[in-house]
């Protein structure tokens, strides 16, 4: 008897631990999960997230497994993240473990693909519990509600084509120079020196820009020299002499000319140009010019420096012969400012005979009209009249890209690439059409081609909003006035640099004032989030029905202000 019952107890035992084994995970509850971020984001085209659950002790059987599935449920649909499977310490598999008698932290990644109607989603965690085979429900937690999607707001759309930029100045500044030479210790001109080929052309030049009405003599100098040997006192003398003698002879020929408005005439000289001669000395071939170079450095004193120099024997008659007749001279600079045509006159032209206008002057005066239409029409007949300046072709196709003619504009690119293939402007026009085109990767190589486009930063910002790096994009932008530019600061919570740069656009439309009531809510300015708003839908009333979903409002009654 005392056998049979030890036995039946055994098997008493035994039955009571495989209950035990085979026991059901509790009901999880909300309060053990926290979403991040909260709400989640929408980024590009795609809900990433991250849902950390703290597990606690004793609530993981040691031979259970839950299997978590991330829901957004709206709209009376439910969209589906991949499962993760979490297991207890007795269970034989490579899921993460939760120790039963400790718990622990479980992290399960989240990532939705983007649909519209997501932005009043509830994030629900669904929850299937398993014990060997056997598997059972257990109830979904909501953890969240709501989805941002301001990222959305940026666009490869939304960035300003790249202009090649054109050279048309409306004045250009021109010197003209001739220098007069000098024997040694004199200051008399040479009739040599007035008839040299320099000298000819500069008194040419001078003369046709003072009878050029397009051109304005805007000053004269002279500035005369002596070579360092001979000493200050003697060469202070025959630079100013020199100086006396040029300018002498200047006015004389200017007068002989009839140039008579030519600026100011100034006029200076240096008594001992040693600058001249460490610069002549360095760009030369004199075997010691090393020896030469580091004496000049040693000494300041004009009067040791010019010893010390004689006393290299080996190499000073070299420098007497080749560096030293350099030094003494005269030269005569004028500055002349070359006035260009003024935005009328090339107006005027542009409507009775284009070709009269340099391909400079056309690209410039497309700048002088916001109106595309007509930049279409001025850019086409810079592209008829100067066909192989890529610029005219690559800026033709900027405006198709910004009309959304995408296929016209990637045919004035591929001209603009087969006139000058490594033109930066086309390179990033092309990157903004693979971008529309959801080609991020061919888009990337493109960017890396457009170092010097005037709108890489744009381009470049956007291609990281579009990969989800907000940081690098905020960083890309720069100082840049575009609505993605606001989205990567908003995004990345600078919301002074956000405001300051919205208000920078010179041209704003629907999306500049509703990003700016979205800075509005973020800073709790309600005057702010209120007149944007009015405005943004003003512009576009589709915009309307998106802030009464924006989780950016939710703390606004959208009723009193739409």
């Known amino acids: 008897m005392r056998t049979n019952s030890s036995l039946a107890i055994a098997a008493l035992a035994l039955g009571l631990l495989a209950t035990g084994c085979s026991k059901k995970l509790a009901q999880p509850k909300a309060e053990y999960f926290n979403l991040n971020p909260s709400p989640l984001e929408a980024s590009a085209s795609q809900v990433p997230g991250t849902v950390v659950g703290k597990i606690p002790a004793k609530y993981f059987q040691r031979n259970g497994q839950l299997v978590i599935t991330p829901v957004l449920s709206f709209d009376g649909k439910e969209v589906k993240a991949p499962a993760s499977i979490f297991q207890g310490e007795k269970v034989r598999g490579n899921n993460p473990v ?54 959305l707001l940026a666009t490869a759309e939304g960035i300003n084509p790249s202009i090649a930029p054109d050279k048309f100045q409306k004045v250009i500044t021109e010197k003209y120079d001739a220098d007069i030479m000098f024997l040694i210790n004199q200051a008399n001109i040479r009739d040599n020196q007035l008839r040299s080929n320099d000298m000819r052309k500069f008194n040419a030049d001078v003369k046709a820009a003072s009878n050029d009405s ?60 040693w600058e001249g001669f460490q610069r002549l000395v360095a760009e030369s071939n004199i075997q010691d010019k090393d020896l030469v170079l580091s004496v000049l450095s040693m000494y300041k004193d004009p009067e040791q420096r ?190 002074s640099k956000a405001k300051q740069t919205l208000s920078g656009i010179t041209a704003p439309d629907a999306t500049t004032y509703y990003l700016m009531a979205i800075v509005g809510a973020r800073t709790n300015n309600d005057s702010m989030v209120r007149t944007n708003l009015r405005q943004a839908v003003r512009l576009n009333p589709e915009l309307a029905n998106r802030a009464r979903n924006d989780i950016e409002f939710v703390n606004y009654n959208l009723t009193s202000i739409l």
């Open 306 to 495: 010019e010893r010390e120099i004689r006393n290299l024997s080996s190499v000073f008659d070299q420098l007497a012969d080749e560096i030293l007749p350099q030094l003494r001279y005269s030269r005569i600079t004028a500055t002349v400012s070359v006035i260009g045509k003024s935005d009328e006159e090339i107006a005027n032209l542009y409507a009775t005979d284009p070709t009269k206008l340099s391909a400079d002057e056309i690209l410039y005066y497309a700048t002088l009209t916001d109106d595309n239409a007509k930049r279409r029409l001025i850019y086409d007949t810079a592209a008829r009249l100067y066909p192989n300046d890529y610029r005219a072709y690559n800026n033709l196709g900027a405006i198709q890209l910004a009309e959304g003619d995408l296929r016209a504009a990637r045919a004035n690119f591929a001209e603009a690439n087969r006139i000058d293939r490594n033109n930066p402007e086309a390179k990033v026009n092309e990157a903004i059409i693979k971008m529309i085109n959801g080609d991020l990767n061919n888009a990337n190589s493109l960017l890396g081609a457009g170092a010097g486009a005037d709108m890489l930063p744009d381009a470049l910002g956007t291609y990281n909003l579009m990969k989800g790096n907000n940081a690098a994009a905020a960083t890309a932008f720069g100082d840049v006035k575009s609505n993605n530019a606001a989205v990567a600061q908003i995004l990345t919570k600078d919301y």
């Open 214 to 273: 397009t051109r304005r003599i805007e000053e004269i100098n002279i500035s005369s020299y002596a070579s360092p040997e001979g000493g200050v006192e003697l060469n202070e003398r025959l630079a100013a002499n020199r100086e006396a003698n040029t300018s002498a002879y200047l006015k004389n020929q200017l007068k002989r000319d009839k140039v008579t408005d030519f600026g100011e005439l100034t006029a200076n000289f240096t008594a001992q140009d």
């Open 98 to 151: 939760v120790n039963y008698e400790y718990g622990g932290t479980i992290n399960i990644p989240l990532l939705f693909d983007y649909q519209p109607g997501m932005e009043q989603a509830d994030v629900v965690l669904q929850f299937q519990g398993r014990n060997g085979s056997k598997t059972y429900a257990l109830n979904p937690v909501t953890i969240g509600h709501g989805i941002n999607t301001t990222a």
